[in-house]
């Protein structure tokens, strides 16, 4: 085959092969979302503390101006994704839970245009590391950790690899697959950014098999590359993982507690390398994103560049859905979160939008499991290699601080326990209650 | 008054069903119906007389020695109970066997001992020895009148020539009910069905 | 509003139904066999200790009032599997007797479903067993013609109690017992893997009982760790001493146990290396009960031993985390 002579790798420990449903926006490329009326833009949406409002109800604002200011070190930057009038500056109830958040009303005009580009080669690492810091980049495959902090390492820690992630194995969402077919030039001038920032020589890029075509593209567009490498992966959920990467690219182990840095590595995902680029090659903050919005019930599936603070409300508007909406779950449907209320807005790491219908959302009833079987699916199936099921029947009987016995800190809560369970458990709710209670 | 230190041993209070007290014997006599009165009517008598005495004599007792005091009461009538069975009922005595002995570390006697007659007057600790002793006896002979019959298919009240032996007809016994697997399924059943009755 | 649920918002097809009714049909070629070799009241004893298995959990479920889990199929399988442990030619009442022991006592008093400490259907042989020791020993020939057909001195109605099943034979007599039963030693292990030897009417046809082992090891409903280590370790105590490994593995109810009963996802520890453990244990404990102990077979008491370890073996044999320094 034509992707012979590259090693195909893999983690080894558990893991779960969910349906795709990749097909229903694969193919549709990249389009420009309309502009919303209005937008609600959380102040936190990294790991961290919340950025600190800069304006107030009543204040006008353009596009792209700081409305959040990064607050400490682990914090990030926020700004207007649209031109006009702060309507208010509230608690809003974001993915079920209540954040600090800018809701802006459209006025005004678009200065958009007007952006000059830069050439990065001659810029210092400080100051692409200031204008990454500057822009409010996040990691935007879901768990937004701030980028400019993840990308400055401690100094005793020697980091000799990066890994980009452009796994993708969520199902449904196809997001970074359309950017890397759409963008590939950009991604890799990206990748040297990034290279050139942490001065390491080698740089893996994770793709796995059930995305050939930009396999292959990256390896041609590559050929002149030496020290950057198309690693091709075999299609298993979580490969998305840093640890999983880690483990599958250069098969080192992430100790326990610890972060991708302590094996002299750093992950980056294919979003968030674009938007690296963005940032410094524009000094363009990051106040839009690739967004699959896919599903059975949604008329026009596909990839939308969406800004930042758009609500839900308003992309059903634009998707078109038929039938009554049983779940509406942003990100993947193997870790998203699911929300309430259609006033939940798209976020820097919302990689995609999914409209379940009511007969696929009653599927999956939690409020009926079933007692354990000690089947031992769910340990075959963990890749931390935890033990799910006892974990589960503590987290029954409400035993949270027994849980930390069995590696509870050590869960990545990537879902293939619950996938698996035959008694259909809600394991990973159960351990998210107990790193929350038991702490 | 007197009354409630007599019932509350039948069932409110019940050294087996209830205080969980005394199984050992429980679980090893309880095979035919006359060695649950057999070994009950021994109870009785050791307990409520050591109830007595040892309330009679508790303001005497050194509290460093008390187990040691209470154990030599209580072993001087076990040993008239020995004797008298064995003059009268051998046959009695040579079934319940070790059993009789070891009513002196029975933890009922104990229990009560420790437990009530060194706290309470005469007579209320010879109401409470009656009452303990009759609820032992009562659940005692339960127990080995459903082992019986499950196990041997009859209901042996049968001693020195007195009494029936009442024999259940068309059953197949289940031997495994007269060993001792049989003594705790049947013991954890009227456990389990004493606790759903107190729930109510 | 939306329905709000937790993550993963998808589901594999895996559901505790749809692994018990596959374990069902898995059983069928064993119960296939023993229509074949023991006549229509293998059937009917069959019928009975499901039924009683069925109605059993249906009314303890209403008396303890927990969610009534008929559809299932544990009951079914319980029912199945105690009557596969029992021979011919019992009475009726011991199939009900065993099914409701197993159901009420050993299954639903413990907790129902994914609670119950040891294997219901082994609980209630053992239990059946020890109440009805003559009845439970009394073993048939099968009724198609083979060299027990010449047995006719072990029919059950004569007062034979342990002399008739190829493993007794071994333990009274030793080989040379079973060479004059069998004819020859090849005759003898075709005999005993197709089925054509007494014994209890599940349990006889190692070819029937692997067909089923087959196909729960390829739906992955059972895993190989505890079968392997349970057989490979009564080869090697058998080789060790001096016995004939393939009569012992074909023998009894070894094959049944092995697959059907020690796989038993409740009552088995759960990381691989404490199933091997167990099926160590299995074998260890089967062995030495058919080599030294009063009882010619020894399969469901090695297995009822081991449940009772499991929770401790699962305690001590954890599977390593990643990424945490042991």
Not at chain 2, 46 to 66: A, E, Y
Not at chain 3, 155 to 171: E, G
């Amino acid at each position: 085959m034509w992707y012979s002579g590259l090693k195909i790798k893999t983690f080894r420990t558990g893991g779960v092969h969910p349906h795709e449903y990749k097909g229903l926006t694969e193919e549709c490329s990249i389009i420009n979302f309309p502009v919303p009326q209005k937008v609600i833009i959380p102040l936190s949406q990294h790991i961290g503390k919340t950025a600190k409002a800069l304006v107030k109800k009543g204040d006008m604002v353009s596009e792209y101006q700081l409305i959040g200011q990064k607050d400490g070190k682990i914090s990030a930057n926020v700004h207007s994704s649209i031109p006009g009038k702060v309507v208010d500056v509230v608690m809003a109830c974001i993915l079920n839970y209540q954040v600090l958040s800018v809701v802006i009303q459209l006025e005004g005009e678009f200065k958009t245009g007007n952006l000059k580009k830069d050439e990065w080669e001659p810029l210092k690492k400080e100051e692409i590391l200031k204008r990454i810091e500057s822009a409010g980049i996040v990691g935007m495959g879901g768990a937004g950790f701030p980028t400019d902090f993840k990308l400055s390492p401690p100094p005793d820690k020697k980091i000799d690899t990066l890994l980009v992630n452009g796994v993708e194995c969520e199902p449904y969402l196809t997001s970074d697959y359309r950017l890397m077919m759409e963008k590939t030039d950009e991604i890799v001038e990206g990748i040297k950014i990034v290279k050139k920032v942490l001065g390491v020589r080698t740089v893996f890029l994770g793709i796995e098999l059930n995305k050939k075509k930009a396999i292959k593209k990256f390896k041609d567009r590559l050929t002149s590359e030496s020290n950057i490498h198309v690693v091709p992966l075999k299609v298993k959920y979580p490969q998305g993982g840093e640890k999983q990467l880690i483990k599958a690219i250069l098969k080192r182990q992430v100790p326990s507690g610890g972060l991708p840095f302590d094996v002299g590595v750093i992950v980056s995902n294919i979003a968030t390398v674009y938007a690296v680029r963005e940032a410094v090659l524009f000094q363009k903050p990051l106040t839009e994103r690739v967004v699959t919005v896919a599903g059975t019930i949604v008329e026009k599936c596909g990839n939308y560049k969406i800004r930042v603070g758009t609500t839900v409300s308003e992309v059903i508007k634009e998707v078109g859905i038929h039938g009554p909406i049983g779940k509406v779950i942003m990100g993947g449907p193997m870790m998203g979160i699911n929300v309430s209320t259609v006033e939940a807005p798209v976020m820097k790491g919302t990689s995609g939008i999914l409209f379940f219908s009511e007969k696929e959302a009653r599927s999956i009833d939690y409020s009926f499991y079933k007692p354990c079987i000690h089947c031992s699916k769910c340990l075959e199936a963990c890749p931390v290699n935890l033990n799910p099921s006892m974990l589960s029947i503590l987290g029954e009987m409400e035993k949270w601080e027994d849980m930390k016995g069995y590696h509870l800190q050590d869960c990545i809560e990537c879902g293939c326990c619950s996938f698996v369970c035959p008694s259909r458990r809600p394991i990973v709710g159960w351990v998210k209650a107990g790193k929350a209670l038991s702490a | 008054m007197k009354i409630q230190e007599l019932s509350k041993g039948l069932f409110k209070e019940n050294p087996i069903l209830v205080l969980m007290l005394g199984l050992c014997p429980t679980l090893a006599v309880s095979t035919k119906a006359i060695y649950g009165i057999g070994m009950g009517a021994a109870v009785i008598f050791v307990l409520t007389c050591s109830n007595v005495i040892i309330s009679l004599i508790k303001d005497f007792i050194p509290d460093k020695i008390r187990i040691p005091s209470y154990i030599v009461v209580i072993a001087t009538f076990v040993t008239i109970v020995d004797y008298v069975m064995k003059a009268y009922t051998p046959e009695l005595h040579k079934s319940l066997g070790i059993f009789i002995p070891l009513i002196v570390v029975n933890c009922i006697i104990l229990g009560r001992a420790e437990a009530f007659a060194a706290k309470k007057n005469v007579l209320d600790s010879f109401f409470d020895g009656i009452g303990m002793g009759l609820g032992f006896t009562l659940a005692l002979t339960l127990i080995a009148v459903i082992r019986e019959i499950l196990g041997a298919g009859t209901i042996t009240l049968k001693l020195l020539g007195y009494g029936w032996i009442v024999e259940i007809p068309h059953l197949n016994p289940m031997i495994v009910m007269i060993l001792p697997p049989g003594a705790f399924i049947t013991i954890g059943l009227i456990l389990g069905f004493s606790n759903i009755l107190k729930k109510r | 509003m939306y329905r709000l649920s937790v993550s993963p918002h998808i589901h594999s097809k895996a559901s505790v139904s749809r692994i018990m009714w596959t374990f069902i049909v898995a059983l069928m070629p064993a119960m296939a066999a023993s229509i074949w070799f023991f006549g229509p009241r293998a059937l009917y004893l069959e019928i009975i200790s499901v039924a009683t298995a069925v109605i059993t959990e249906l009314l303890t479920g209403l008396l303890l009032k927990k969610r009534i889990t008929l559809s299932d199929g544990s009951a079914v399988i319980t029912g199945l599997l105690v009557a596969f442990n029992m021979p011919v030619s019992v009475p009726y009442y011991v199939p009900i007797v065993g099914s409701f022991f197993g159901i009420a006592i050993v299954k639903q008093l413990f907790g129902g479903l994914g609670y119950n400490i040891f294997n219901p259907a082994l609980a209630a042989r053992v239990f059946v067993m020890f109440a009805w020791l003559p009845e439970m020993t009394t073993w048939n020939a099968p009724l198609t013609t083979s060299g027990f057909s010449k047995l006719a001195g072990f029919n059950f109605s004569i007062d034979t109690i342990t002399t008739a099943t190829p493993l007794a034979i071994a333990k009274m007599k030793g080989m040379a017992g079973l060479l004059t039963e069998f004819g020859s030693k090849m005759g003898m292990y075709k005999d005993l893997f197709l089925g054509k030897c007494p014994g209890c009417i599940g349990e006889t046809s190692a070819l029937a009982l692997l067909l089923g082992a087959g196909l729960l090891l390829l739906t992955k409903i059972i895993r190989w760790p505890i079968p392997l280590s349970y057989l490979a370790t009564v080869v090697l105590i058998c080789l060790l001493s001096g016995n004939d490994p393939i009569f012992h593995l074909l023998s009894g109810g070894l094959i049944l146990g092995a697959f059907f009963m020690a796989t038993d996802y409740v009552t088995s520890p759960m990381t691989p290396k404490g199933m091997i453990l167990f099926g160590v244990g299995c074998g260890l404990v089967t062995m030495v009960l058919r080599l030294k102990g009063g009882l010619p077979e020894g399969v469901s008491f090695s297995i009822l031993f081991m449940n009772a370890l499991a929770p401790l073996i699962d305690r001590y044999f954890k599977n390593p985390v990643l990424g945490v320094k042991t």
